[in-house]
């Protein structure tokens, strides 16, 4: 009859419940199961640990602090040509980059003289006791081409040492150096802030200087532009004749003048015209010209109405005294038609001369007329060379523009040069430390601790998984697959101290109350019932591997159960070592191999085990031929007598793996009991021996411990009966 039997372990079989909880008496047991493991691992890893590291050289760590600026001083009303750093989360994160870059390293490095320093120069490092031991010597001279490696590495090392952090959500950053030295340490962390706030300020010096550079590059390009610009107006100007002055064109300011002039000539015309025509008036109307406006101004004829009043004068006085014809009346009278005549040529005189001003009015208006219709003319084509004088002037006034700009801007930063401030300033000073920052004592202890726990738990846990023991019937049923029908405690855990020195097939019968002898009566009960309503049992009690305890059982099985009143047979099947045989002291002259071949009946080789009824069917001979004799047919007939005659058959066999015979005898009884000691027997070969007993339909009844430790299954045998037993063993006699 084949069981099926699942030998897969549980990480296999219980993948699939997702709903299982975690058992954490299962843990605490486990756990106590492996304490001393646990704490010898923890204590050495932790003893290590702390020794490891209070061996370390001792560290200082001196801290400074600098802060963001967030309000800046205003010495220049001019904006600058490197901004100010804006206050916000990833500026601050950027300087605290900024502050671990190994250029500012390198800057500490070289003002400080790092290189020079063996702490930091693994160059100047002597080689130590180890070093010396292995012939180490100073270093050598670094080769050439090699020196900027080996001042990366200083670089390198002194960057190791820098601790940067922003103080949570503040402006604030803190600036952590830490060395062999407390001195040492807090002037390179003040270095450090130092050199942070340098590198400021040099970034904006260095601006400043390079746009006041471009600036003034620029501005001779601008310059030259502009003097340019402002020759194509002039050479324009004078090529297309629009010379100006105060605003206006010089043609203009001549159409201008003309006009004017003009307008004089015009009236001058006008005036002369006009005094000509009154003075013609006045003649043609029979005036003798005494009444013309010019005669009358005329100092000429002013004196020649002089005379001619004297001279009328004396021609009335005459003309009273002589007459007529009276010779000096004569001469009078020519002498006043002659002054009358030279009044007349003088009149006629003064309105030629009126004549020949207006044709010069007239000349001098045409002339000016003239010249002002030459400059329209001039001015109409002024005004269309002057569309592309406008596009010349705008070129030239924006090259005037942007060069005023640049140098408007050139003056500025000309002005700030000097005056830049820092985005940050030390807010303290880092201060030599007066206890060192490593190794801390505490800080290693409580590490020690934590890593010697995790260790020691580790080893549990890994001891745990490579534990292929079987220690309680939950791992029996979890690992193999079978039930767990027994636990075979081991005498010495359950037995006082003064009956320890007894065998244990002599102890179940001298205390058959014990919890030992109760063991074995557990077992026998769970063989009378793995088969139901079948009276007479044949059971096979094996193992995987030697030294389970197989005889032992087997003894202690079949004394308790004739005890109980039982009639009992027990056959040595162990050909080789006649294991039952010896351990009963029994010297046979016939047995089992004897009655198998006939040469002997089976009463005649049964022995009565006078201590406690059973019958024993010994071997006389150990086998030493290769005859199969289970195979017999004589085996089926003792088997089938045997079942007839008692109520419980007993066969205590050789391991399973080792040989098989077993596994012939498995397939002619009733039940297989497999026999696993207690956390030393693996699962693996216990699993095998479960498939090779199917192979052969053996009908398994499931596995017993055997040698269980009661006092230590107590404290960790979680989930089993033995995990109890403090609490049921008073129950046991003594």
Same mark, same amino acid.
């Given at each position: 009859?084949?069981?099926?039997?699942?030998?897969?372990?549980?990480? !296999?079989?219980?993948?699939?419940?997702?709903?299982?909880?975690?058992?954490?008496?299962?843990? &605490?047991?486990?756990?106590?199961?492996?304490?001393?493991?646990?704490?010898?691992?923890?204590?050495?890893?932790?003893?290590?640990?702390?020794?490891?590291?209070?061996?370390?050289?001792?560290?200082?760590?001196?801290?400074?602090?600098?802060?963001?600026?967030?309000?800046?001083?205003? =010495?220049? +009303?001019?904006?600058?040509?490197?901004?100010?750093?804006?206050?916000?989360?990833?500026?601050?994160?950027?300087?605290?980059?900024?502050?671990?870059?190994?250029?500012?390293?390198?800057?500490?490095?070289?003002?400080?003289?790092?290189?020079? +320093?063996?702490?930091?120069?693994?160059?100047? #490092?002597?080689?130590?006791?180890?070093?010396?031991?292995?012939?180490?010597?100073?270093?050598?001279?670094?080769?050439?081409?090699?020196?900027? /490696?080996?001042? %990366?590495?200083?670089?390198?090392?002194?960057?190791?040492?820098?601790?940067?952090?922003?103080?949570?959500?503040?402006?604030?950053?803190?600036?952590?150096?830490?060395?062999?030295?407390?001195?040492?340490?807090?002037?390179? $962390?003040?270095?450090?802030?130092? /050199?942070?706030?340098?590198?400021?300020?040099?970034?904006?010096?260095?601006?400043?200087?390079?746009? !006041?550079?471009?600036?003034?590059?620029?501005?001779?390009?601008?310059?030259?532009?502009? %003097? @340019?610009?402002? /020759?194509?107006?002039?050479?324009? *100007?004078?090529? !297309?004749?629009?010379?100006?002055?105060?605003?206006?064109?010089?043609?203009?300011?001549? &159409?201008?003048?003309? !006009?004017?002039?003009?307008?004089?000539?015009?009236? %001058?015309?006008?005036?002369?015209?006009?005094?000509?025509?009154?003075?013609?008036?006045?003649?043609?109307?029979?005036?003798?010209?005494?009444?013309?406006?010019?005669?009358?101004?005329?100092? =000429?004829?002013?004196?020649?109405?002089?005379?001619?009043? =004297?001279?009328?004068?004396?021609?009335?006085?005459?003309?009273?005294?002589?007459?007529?014809?009276?010779?000096?009346?004569?001469?009078?009278?020519?002498?006043?038609?002659?002054?009358?005549?030279?009044?007349?040529?003088? &009149?006629?005189?003064?309105?030629?001369?009126?004549?020949?001003?207006? *044709?010069?009015?007239?000349?001098?208006?045409?002339?000016?007329?003239?010249?002002?219709?030459?400059?329209?003319?001039?001015?109409?084509?002024?005004?269309?060379?002057?569309?592309?004088?406008?596009?010349?002037?705008?070129?030239?006034?924006?090259?005037?523009?942007?060069?005023?700009?640049?140098?408007?801007?050139?003056?500025?930063?000309?002005?700030?040069?000097?005056?830049?401030?820092? +985005?940050?300033?030390?807010?303290?000073?880092?201060?030599?430390?007066?206890?060192?920052?490593?190794?801390?004592?505490?800080?290693?202890?409580?590490?020690?601790?934590?890593?010697?726990?995790?260790?020691?738990?580790?080893?549990?846990?890994? $001891?745990?998984?490579? +534990?292929?023991?079987?220690?309680?019937?939950?791992?029996?049923?979890?690992?193999?697959?079978?039930?767990?029908? $027994?636990?075979?405690?081991?005498?010495?855990?359950?037995?006082?101290?003064?009956?320890?020195?007894?065998?244990?097939?002599?102890?179940?019968?001298?205390?058959?109350?014990?919890?030992?002898?109760?063991?074995?009566?557990?077992?026998?009960?769970?063989?009378?019932?793995?088969?139901?309503?079948?009276?007479?049992?044949?059971?096979?009690?094996?193992?995987?591997?030697?030294?389970?305890?197989?005889?032992?059982?087997?003894?202690?099985?079949?004394?308790?159960?004739?005890? /109980?009143?039982?009639?009992?047979?027990?056959?040595?099947?162990?050909?080789?070592?006649?294991?039952?045989? *010896?351990?009963?002291?029994?010297?046979?002259?016939?047995?089992?191999? @004897?009655?198998?071949?006939?040469?002997?009946?089976?009463?005649?080789?049964?022995?009565?085990?006078?201590?406690?009824?059973?019958?024993?069917?010994?071997?006389?001979?150990?086998?030493?031929?290769?005859?199969?004799?289970?195979?017999?047919?004589?085996?089926? #007939?003792?088997?089938?007598?045997?079942?007839?005659?008692?109520?419980?058959?007993?066969?205590?066999?050789?391991?399973?793996?080792?040989?098989?015979?077993?596994?012939?005898?498995?397939?002619?009884?009733?039940?297989?009991?497999?026999? $696993?000691?207690?956390?030393?027997?693996?699962?693996?070969?216990?699993?095998?021996?479960?498939?090779?007993?199917?192979?052969?339909?053996?009908?398994?009844?499931?596995?017993?411990?055997?040698?269980?430790?009661?006092?230590?299954?107590?404290?960790?045998?979680?989930?089993?009966?033995?995990?109890?037993?403090?609490?049921?063993?008073?129950?046991?006699?003594?």
């Amino acid at each position: 009859m084949e069981n099926s039997v699942d030998t897969q372990p549980l990480t !296999n079989r219980a993948r699939g419940s997702s709903g299982e909880t975690i058992d954490v008496e299962r843990l &605490i047991a486990a756990f106590r199961r492996r304490m001393w493991l646990f704490l010898g691992v923890a204590g050495l890893i932790a003893a290590a640990l702390m020794f490891v590291m209070l061996r370390q050289t001792p560290m200082y760590t001196a801290t400074a602090n600098v802060m963001i600026n967030t309000r800046t001083e205003k =010495v220049v +009303d001019s904006q600058a040509v490197l901004s100010g750093l804006t206050a916000d989360t990833g500026t601050v994160d950027t300087e605290v980059e900024i502050l671990k870059s190994p250029q500012l390293a390198a800057s500490v490095v070289e003002a400080l003289k790092l290189d020079r +320093d063996p702490e930091y120069n693994a160059a100047l #490092q002597s080689p130590g006791l180890i070093g010396s031991i292995l012939g180490g010597k100073k270093a050598a001279p670094v080769a050439p081409g090699s020196a900027e /490696a080996e001042k %990366q590495a200083v670089i390198a090392a002194v960057g190791k040492q820098l601790t940067v952090r922003r103080v949570g959500l503040t402006y604030s950053i803190t600036i952590s150096f830490q060395s062999t030295s407390a001195m040492k340490s807090a002037t390179i $962390a003040n270095a450090f802030a130092d /050199a942070y706030i340098r590198s400021q300020l040099t970034a904006k010096f260095d601006a400043t200087r390079q746009a !006041n550079s471009f600036l003034n590059t620029r501005l001779d390009t601008l310059r030259t532009q502009l %003097q @340019e610009a402002d /020759a194509a107006v002039s050479n324009y *100007r004078v090529a !297309n004749n629009l010379l100006s002055s105060e605003g206006t064109t010089l043609t203009e300011q001549e &159409i201008s003048a003309y !006009n004017q002039q003009l307008a004089q000539a015009r009236a %001058q015309q006008a005036e002369d015209e006009a005094r000509l025509r009154t003075a013609r008036a006045q003649l043609a109307a029979g005036s003798n010209g005494d009444d013309v406006g010019e005669a009358l101004s005329s100092q =000429v004829v002013q004196n020649l109405r002089a005379q001619r009043a =004297v001279v009328s004068g004396r021609v009335a006085e005459m003309s009273g005294r002589y007459g007529e014809r009276h010779p000096d009346m004569v001469r009078a009278q020519r002498e006043l038609a002659d002054i009358d005549q030279q009044i007349q040529a003088e &009149i006629r005189r003064i309105v030629s001369n009126l004549e020949a001003r207006v *044709r010069v009015s007239q000349q001098r208006t045409a002339s000016v007329e003239s010249s002002l219709g030459g400059a329209r003319g001039t001015l109409a084509a002024n005004s269309a060379a002057s569309v592309h004088l406008k596009e010349l002037e705008g070129n030239a006034e924006a090259a005037r523009n942007v060069y005023q700009s640049f140098l408007d801007r050139y003056k500025q930063t000309g002005a700030q040069e000097g005056v830049e401030q820092a +985005d940050a300033r030390v807010v303290s000073h880092a201060v030599p430390p007066t206890h060192q920052s490593s190794p801390n004592v505490m800080l290693a202890l409580a590490l020690s601790i934590i890593v010697g726990a995790g260790a020691g738990l580790a080893a549990v846990v890994t $001891a745990e998984i490579m +534990d292929a023991g079987l220690a309680t019937s939950e791992d029996v049923e979890r690992k193999i697959g079978l039930a767990s029908i $027994a636990s075979i405690p081991l005498m010495s855990s359950v037995a006082e101290a003064n009956e320890r020195s007894i065998q244990p097939i002599d102890y179940v019968l001298r205390k058959p109350l014990s919890g030992f002898a109760e063991a074995f009566r557990s077992l026998r009960t769970s063989i009378l019932y793995a088969v139901p309503g079948q009276q007479g049992k044949i059971v096979v009690l094996t193992s995987a591997l030697p030294g389970e305890g197989k005889t032992t059982t087997s003894i202690c099985l079949a004394r308790v159960a004739a005890q /109980a009143g039982s009639k009992v047979l027990l056959l040595d099947c162990d050909l080789r070592r006649r294991a039952v045989t *010896r351990t009963l002291g029994l010297t046979p002259e016939k047995g089992l191999a @004897e009655v198998l071949h006939g040469a002997a009946s089976l009463e005649s080789a049964v022995l009565l085990d006078q201590a406690s009824g059973a019958y024993v069917l010994p071997l006389a001979h150990t086998a030493s031929s290769t005859e199969d004799i289970f195979g017999l047919a004589a085996m089926d #007939q003792l088997l089938a007598r045997a079942r007839a005659s008692f109520d419980l058959v007993i066969l205590d066999t050789a391991p399973v793996l080792a040989l098989a015979d077993t596994r012939i005898l498995a397939g002619k009884t009733d039940l297989v009991v497999l026999l $696993a000691r207690w956390r030393k027997t693996p699962a693996r070969a216990i699993g095998a021996s479960v498939r090779l007993l199917q192979q052969a339909n053996a009908q398994i009844a499931g596995v017993a411990l055997t040698q269980v430790d009661m006092n230590a299954q107590s404290k960790h045998g979680y989930g089993d009966a033995g995990y109890y037993y403090d609490e049921y063993k008073k129950y046991y006699a003594s």
